[in-house]
């Protein structure tokens, strides 16, 4: 249909329908301000005519496509923006500022403010363990489920989500820091102004309860004679070895003693000074080292003395040794799921215990802080008792891996006790 045949207004959608198009395109009036616009393709649209509030200018306000809006929709559409224009409101501006407003939120992802958090993280100076496992958990569960939503949109049954497929795999501990670090991102991004609520909040409510946590394999006293001897004759390189040896003589973490670094130790003093960067409180640490362990270290010394490292790697992807590498060396002798690195923790603080120690004592050697004592950790390392008590340990070990005898048992008892009597004298010439 030609529009010089179209007769009435407004248009009939048989009209619309059968406008044909022309040359050049034609708007075609359906009344009050109301037009229907051919192109010369055969696209059509309406559109409408009006004056701008803010400038009295004739202008042109395109409400949509004419396969989008038939007639008497496009006529409604026309009538909300003339609502608008009484109220001194020009649709056209309303509608782009309403658009940039999208676009922001849309440019506003979580990615945005996760990454903002994580470079945050960084620049505080947080170990480099913990960095790596908040971006492990970042790329692994938390920006391929939401990190391309605007942050505005997220609500609270998308953080459940996360935590529950975490849970769903068994990975506790980890779903209960996602936790805590969905909240700090969320609670970054409102003070951002980016979001205006936090809906990580209360997620502890709605978590699975983990399961009982095992205890690290370890071994208990009568245990120990069998596996000191047959750490004695390991096939581990003596790098290897000697790391096994300081951790199990130490009760030190194995990640710390893969770590150190000879400007930490003073051999002739026989103490380590644990910077707090590395230390999972991030507190210095002062570990009192028995002569058996300054023994061990002067000889790797004339090894590994012009790396920076006591326990340096020799391949290229670790500076130091793997942290598997411990674990393995208690394997090669027979204690694969008996005995680990870290369970030679529990084995000291069992022993030391049996034995009468102080559980101050022990607990600091150990480097256990609970939260709100760290303002107090510096004041009251116990390095004198605990000198004189690691040394007792070592000295323990070395016995039971000779062969404990009553005698010898009893010399080491009377040891606890006098210590326990005269702790003033002991801990002044320590």
């Given amino acids: 249909m030609k529009r010089s045949q179209i007769k009435r207004r407004p248009l009939a959608d048989t009209v619309l329908a059968t406008l044909e198009p022309e040359d050049k395109a034609y708007r075609v009036a359906d009344g009050g301000g109301l037009y229907f616009r051919v192109k010369p393709n055969g696209s059509k649209s309406w559109e409408l005519r009006y004056k701008a509030p803010d400038t009295s200018k004739w202008t042109w306000y395109g409400l949509g496509s004419y396969t989008e809006l038939s007639g008497s929709k496009a006529r409604k559409k026309a009538l909300e923006a003339q609502d608008l224009l009484r109220e001194g409101i020009d649709p056209a501006k309303q509608r782009r500022a309403q658009k940039a407003a999208e676009d922001a939120a849309r440019a506003n992802t979580f990615r945005r403010a996760a990454e903002y958090w994580y470079e945050h993280k960084e620049k505080n100076g947080r170990r480099a363990a913990t960095l790596k496992g908040m971006r492990l958990a970042l790329d692994r569960d938390i920006l391929p489920a939401i990190g391309d939503r605007p942050i505005g949109t997220l609500e609270h049954p998308d953080c459940v989500a996360i935590q529950e497929a975490i849970e769903a795999r068994g990975a506790h501990n980890t779903a209960e820091k996602v936790r805590g670090w969905l909240r700090e991102i969320f609670g970054m991004a409102v003070a951002k102004g980016w979001c205006f609520s936090n809906p990580a909040s209360e997620m502890h409510r709605v978590a699975a309860q983990a399961p009982k946590e095992k205890q690290l394999p370890h071994l208990y ?37 893969r770590q150190a670094e000879w400007s930490e130790i003073d051999l002739d003093n026989a103490l380590w000074s644990i910077p707090g960067e590395k230390m999972k409180m991030h507190l210095p640490h002062l570990a009192p080292l028995p002569t058996q362990v300054v023994e061990l270290l002067r000889e790797l010394k004339r090894t590994t003395g012009r790396s920076k490292w006591v326990f340096p790697s020799n391949g290229p992807k670790n500076p130091v040794l793997s942290d598997n590498s411990i674990n393995k060396c208690f394997a090669l002798i027979g204690y694969k799921g008996k005995m680990t690195g870290h369970g030679s923790r529990h084995t000291f603080k069992t022993l030391v215990s049996e034995h009468g120690w102080k559980t101050e004592w022990s607990e600091r050697h150990l480097a256990h802080v609970k939260k709100g004592e760290e303002a107090t950790y510096d004041k009251a390392q116990y390095l004198a008792p605990r000198r004189i008590m690691i040394q007792w340990y070592a000295d323990y070990l070395e016995a039971l891996e000779a062969g404990m005898t009553p005698e010898i048992q009893a010399e080491f008892d009377s040891r606890v006790n006098v210590l326990g009597e005269n702790i003033v004298e002991l801990v002044r010439r320590a």
């Fill in 221 to 257: 006293e009568s245990e120990l004679p069998a596996f000191l001897r047959a750490l004695r004759q390991t096939p581990s390189r003596t790098l290897v070895a000697t790391a096994a040896w300081m951790t199990v003589l130490t009760a030190s973490r194995p990640g710390m003693v």
